[in-house]
């Protein structure tokens, strides 16, 4: 066992010396981890998920657990092996061409690296005392996009949210308080005989938009849900009279909320024409584009958020197609007046009462959280390291690889095509000559439930107009047209295997 140093030999020793906190003990941990990652990431061979019993996982893990409870036990280098590899065997094989079924990746594996450190370093990122560099690259990071949204340098800027999710809650936030002044202090109760607000929003805006009105107290019945076209866009020719229908029911819409790269299909909704709406109402217009801003460092995609410009707030996560551990997610706003709008508080504890060069980098009073993980050192890094380009081929390949997806499918009489792919999602349908329509929903997903169980590919699914659908979603660079081909292979397998198992057990 490794013995615990003093800093300073000569110095007298004090405090309490533990050895699980040994520099030593560290380095040797580390290697033992990046031994095993390497072998990890050096295994590019086919597979999905290896599901596990829960009781049988949980077995497993308490028996790598020590039983002494007592004093602190003795560090034990088999039983980190042990933990390192259950948690490696148990995860989603993100690296793997087998792996096709969910919005986030495998890491740049020097984006990994930097994650490790800023574990370790342990600053927190609200407040620019506490974590200089973070603070200081969150700027620099916010000017080198933005340079693809196209905002007034001067006027514009960005903050670093645990997730979509709470950068859509927040935008919302500032929202609310911008057009609706009194609710944050007085509630409700502050538009007492006024219409009810409401947020507009696409018919299949994701969950986080309805929770988010949940916590808000504006409340899910009042999301106004615009129609879809079919390419599943909000139809922009739809929309005025629905908003219209909206107000004649007493609800006073304050934002409208498109997507940027739906989460079911990978749908853009026309942000341009959608801005003209906005304008004409007095809207708040936000753009969840958590999975598909990345898109703007492209110059053959940037098109698809043509009018990006025009938004007041955009929700964009890193850890979706800019490749970097979870979370990562950047909220934009045109007007950085706007982003105080979101929460209105004093707390002397970490609020300063005199601003100076260094506080003018907090960031602590314009999100949800003050002890926040410095989560743009990894996008920083990569840009520093590889600039936009690592970005933009491997979006460009996965949007290309997608599109030929497309096309097996729609040349395979067995398949339906559902959508044309946008940009890296893909869904479809496993429809066979003589497949009733009734059981093409049950179908589907029990086509994805064996996949998944016999762990040699892991997609998603996904109702499209009510009706169950695979969905792929291409997040590895080293998935070829061929692997793709494969898993088709295999769903035509399982789905037939299934329908003949049905076939006998109803002639039984």
Request: proline fraction near 4%; aromatic fraction near 8%; charge should be negative.
């Amino acid at each position: 066992m490794t013995e615990s140093r003093s800093s300073d030999p000569g110095s007298e020793q004090s405090g309490l010396l533990l050895q699980a906190f040994d520099p030593q003990l560290f380095r040797e941990n580390s290697e033992t981890a990046l031994s095993k990652l390497e072998k990890h990431l050096s295994d590019i061979s086919i597979r999905g998920l290896e599901l596990i019993d829960p009781a049988r996982l949980s077995e497993a893990a308490r028996a790598l657990m020590t039983t002494d409870h007592e004093s602190v036990a003795a560090f034990d280098e088999e039983r980190l092996a042990g933990i390192i590899d259950l948690y490696i065997r148990t995860g989603i094989q993100v690296q793997s061409p087998g792996y096709m079924g969910r919005q986030f990746s495998a890491p740049v594996p020097v984006a990994g690296v930097m994650d490790f450190v800023s574990s370790m370093l342990s600053q927190p990122a609200s407040f620019y005392e506490a974590g200089q560099l973070p603070n200081a690259v969150e700027r620099i990071m916010a000017t080198e996009l933005n340079r693809f949204i196209g905002w007034d340098p001067e006027r514009f800027t960005m903050v670093t949210t645990s997730g979509g999710s709470l950068a859509n809650l927040t935008a919302l936030l500032a929202a609310r308080n911008e057009k609706l002044p009194g609710y944050w202090s007085e509630g409700g109760s502050a538009l007492r005989g006024q219409p009810r607000p409401a947020i507009a929003v696409g018919a299949d805006v994701h969950y986080s938009i309805a929770r988010a009105a949940g916590v808000m107290g504006i409340g899910d019945a009042q999301l106004v849900r615009l129609p879809l076209n079919s390419r599943q866009q909000i139809d922009v020719s739809e929309a005025r009279a629905t908003l219209d229908a909206a107000e004649r029911q007493n609800l006073k819409v304050f934002c409208l909320v498109v997507s940027a790269g739906s989460t079911p299909v990978g749908a853009f909704d026309p942000i341009d024409d959608l801005a003209d709406i906005a304008r004409e109402r007095g809207l708040w217009l936000h753009v969840d584009g958590a999975h598909g801003a990345s898109l703007l460092v492209s110059d053959t995609l940037r098109d698809k958020l043509r009018g990006i410009e025009r938004a007041d707030s955009l929700t964009w996560d890193a850890h979706k197609m800019m490749f970097v551990p979870a979370p990562c997610t950047m909220l934009f706003y045109r007007n950085k007046e706007s982003s105080l709008a979101a929460f209105r508080q004093k707390a002397s504890y970490v609020f300063e009462e005199e601003q100076d060069i260094y506080t003018a980098f907090d960031s602590g009073g314009k999100n949800f959280e003050c002890t926040k993980r410095p989560m743009i050192m990894t996008l920083w890094a990569l840009w520093a390291l590889y600039g936009r380009a690592l970005f933009a081929e491997k979006i460009e390949y996965l949007c290309r690889l997608t599109q030929e997806a497309h096309d097996v499918v729609r040349t395979d009489p067995d398949f339906e095509t559902l959508h044309r792919p946008e940009a890296n999602i893909l869904c479809f349908r496993y429809h066979p000559a003589g497949l009733e329509r009734k059981d093409v929903h049950r179908l589907q997903v029990a086509i994805r439930n064996r996949i998944k169980l016999e762990g040699n590919f892991f997609i998603s699914k996904v109702d499209v107009d009510g009706v169950a659908a695979l969905r792929v979603v291409m997040m590895n660079h080293q998935i070829t047209g061929e692997h793709f081909r494969m898993l088709l292979t295999e769903i035509r397998r399982t789905g037939q295997d299934l329908l003949n198992r049905e076939e006998g057990t109803a002639k039984a």
